[in-house]
Structure formats: structure tokens, C-alpha cells
């Protein structure tokens, strides 16, 4: 099939969150400035040359890159990512920050194999997908197979612990089977086994207790667990209809836990008010939106799970991070895609998003799917 040109507004739009990333984050990183200049050049090198600058390059690789290539390499692209996942536990390669192994550091560099393991996981779990067509509606074929994926991704990320990217990855695998056209009603029973197994693993995490409990109430412990949260909703709150204008927040320094990381949500809703986190959440919109148009319109049953599983991951976490910060959600860590600090996830991101525009070149003129 010949491809035509990529999807210019779908295009338009990962530039224009990137824009406003690399504006946000430059603001945000001024509080790290006021503590360490040393380290405010690190994040800042690591995000703008290593993230952004790696981002691009990787982006061009996505697009350049035939779509079915990642079909026919999904296996072993997803067991290299567990493998790879796994070496945090490996002595003086792996190492603990904040009281979870999740990097890897490999000389001047360091990263979070697990953002390869997303990646992966919907590569494969797409792959699979399309491979059995009509027979995901057969245990057998589809549920068990799920139940091992996520079994083998549980036990490599709640050891570190990485809850809230095994949420992620679970929330994708099951929007991505349910878009496959298995029943509502495996979904639903899919959706309470992990709801209850969520509630079992809370009763075991300390921390995860925690969250719960300030999710419940905001005021417990606000000095502790709830600090992040009730300084959030200050930063948001005093931010009013307009906000205090860009770099003006207050709560960036000494304040806000990571404001340049999971955090920034609230800078923006600080010096941006109501009118500024709107649109950026507009804007979000409109990213999931032209996705899934771009996924609808994929000229095959694998191109439209790869695209709808990249989208929905990457939405998901967005609006899973401004929930969160506005009390909606219990806090998960999670960043805001393309704008919290992360070069191993903005390079990532922006290699995902390579793929989506090359399935973009293929789109049909019709929603209608073909093998």
C-alpha cells in the first residue's frame, strides 16, 4: 500500500505539547535553580538534549520505520524490555531512588527500562490480538494469555515498586482488548479481578495506604502524606481564572514536591489559572481524539491496536497525573506526558508518536478495516 503524507494536524499537536513542555518545564526547573545550579543544568541537559534532542531523532526513526516491521519483531522487542526491566536488580547496574529500583545506570547515563516494557508490552499484546481475530473472545486465546502477560509484568514491576506503571500497562491492555471486539462482559469481569487485586495490594503496601487514605481525606497527615496534594491544590487555587503569569509561581520553590517532575501540572495552574490548565487539558483532548481517528482509519486489525494502545497510554497517564494533583485520584507519581522531567520517557513518548504518524500515511478514506 502506498503512504501518503503524514496526518498534519495529529502532527501539529505533539508540536504544540512540546512547545508548551519545553516552556513549562524551563519554568518549573527554577525552583531546582534556587537549590542547585549543578543539578538545574543536569535536568536541563537531560530533558532539552537527551529527551527533546534524542526525542526528535527518535520520532523520525518511528516515522521512517514500516509499521509492520514492529509486527513481525513484537516478541522479541517485548522480551528484550522485560530482560532489560529486570537488570534494576542487578548490583551496581541497577540503583534505588526514593526507595524504589527503578533505574539503570550505565556510566554518565541513567533511565527507566520500564518506559521500553510499555512499549513493548503494546506492541506484542497488538501483535497477538490481530493474530487470533475472531478467537479473542475464547478464554482460552485471549484471557488466559493476558492473565500471563500481566502476571509476568507484575512480578518484575511491583518488586521495584512500580505501581503506577503496572496500572498504566493493565488500563492499556484492557481498552486495547476490549477494541479488539471481545464482550463488554470479559472486560467488565477482567475490570473487577483487577480491582480487587489492586485492593489486596494496597493492604500490603504501606505507602499505598497512605495515598488512599489522603485521597479520602486531605487534611490526614499534611505535613506527610498529604503534603504534595494540599500544596497542588494551593499552587492551582491561588492561580484564580488568569494565574499569576509564567514564571511567577511561588509554590515551585521550597514548596512543590518535583515541580519540574509529576507535579507540574500545579505550576501551570499557578502561573496559568483556569484558562491555562483548560486549554491544556483541551488540548489533550484534542491529541486523543485525532489518535483515535488515526487508529479507526489504520489499514489493518494490528496498525489500529498498535495506534489505539499508544494513544490511549500516553492519554491516560496525562489525565490519570492532573487528576491526581487535583485530588480526584490518589497521587501515583505519574508525569505529565511531554512536559514533566523525564528524557528516557520523552524520547520514548516521541518514538511512539513516530509510529502513529507513520500509520497515519496509511489511513483509509473509510473506517474499515482490512487484513
Given amino acids: 500500500m502506498k503512504g501518503k503524507k503524514v496526518d498534519t494536524i495529529f502532527l501539529g499537536l505533539i508540536a504544540t505539547l512540546l512547545i508548551v513542555g519545553v516552556f513549562m518545564f524551563i519554568s518549573a526547573s527554577l525552583g531546582v535553580l534556587a537549590k542547585n545550579e549543578t543539578e538545574f543544568y543536569k535536568v536541563l541537559f537531560n530533558q532539552l538534549v537527551l529527551g527533546l534532542g534524542g526525542g526528535v531523532i527518535a520520532l523520525i526513526v518511528g516515522l521512517r520505520v514500516p509499521y509492520k516491521f514492529w509486527r513481525k519483531n513484537a516478541f522479541f522487542i517485548f522480551l528484550g524490555s522485560v530482560v532489560l526491566t529486570m537488570l534494576v536488580f542487578v548490583p551496581h547496574l541497577g540503583f534505588s531512588h526514593g526507595g524504589a529500583r527503578r533505574w539503570i545506570s550505565i556510566g554518565p547515563v541513567s533511565f527507566q527500562p520500564v518506559e521500553f516494557l510499555k512499549i513493548g508490552f503494546i506492541m506484542y499484546f497488538a501483535t497477538w490480538l490481530s493474530w487470533l481475530k475472531n478467537k479473542a473472545s475464547d478464554p482460552k486465546w485471549g484471557i488466559v494469555p493476558l492473565l500471563v502477560l500481566f502476571s509476568t509484568i507484575a512480578v518484575v514491576l511491583l518488586r521495584q515498586p512500580d505501581t503506577k506503571s503496572f496500572i498504566l500497562i493493565v488500563v492499556t491492555g484492557l481498552a486495547m482488548f476490549l477494541i479488539s471486539g471481545v464482550p463488554w462482559k470479559y472486560i467488565l469481569g477482567l475490570g473487577i479481578l483487577a480491582v480487587v487485586g489492586f485492593g489486596i495490594l494496597v493492604s500490603f503496601k504501606p505507602y499505598l495506604i497512605e495515598r488512599v487514605t489522603t485521597f479520602v481525606d486531605p487534611s490526614h497527615d499534611p505535613t506527610g502524606s498529604s503534603y504534595q496534594l494540599n500544596q497542588s491544590l494551593i499552587a492551582i487555587g491561588s492561580g484564580g481564572i488568569s494565574g499569576r503569569g509564567y514564571g511567577q509561581s511561588i509554590q515551585k520553590f521550597s514548596y512543590l514536591p518535583e515541580p519540574q517532575g509529576d507535579s507540574i501540572f500545579a505550576v501551570i ?48 497517564q496525562a489525565f490519570l497525573n492532573i487528576a491526581s494533583l487535583v485530588g480526584l485520584f490518589p497521587l501515583t507519581g505519574v508525569p505529565l506526558v511531554f512536559i514533566s522531567h523525564g528524557g528516557t520517557a520523552l524520547l520514548i513518548t516521541l518514538f511512539s508518536m513516530g509510529i502513529v504518524l507513520n500509520v497515519s500515511q496509511f489511513q483509509t478514506a473509510k473506517i474499515k478495516i482490512k487484513e
Fill in 269 to 316: 495552574g499557578e502561573e496559568f489559572g483556569f484558562i491555562g490548565t483548560t486549554t491544556l487539558i483541551l488540548l489533550f483532548t484534542a491529541f486523543a481524539l485525532r489518535g483515535m481517528r488515526i487508529a479507526s482509519r489504520s489499514p489493518d486489525s494490528f496498525s489500529r491496536l498498535l495506534v489505539s494502545g499508544i494513544v490511549i497510554l500516553f492519554v491516560f
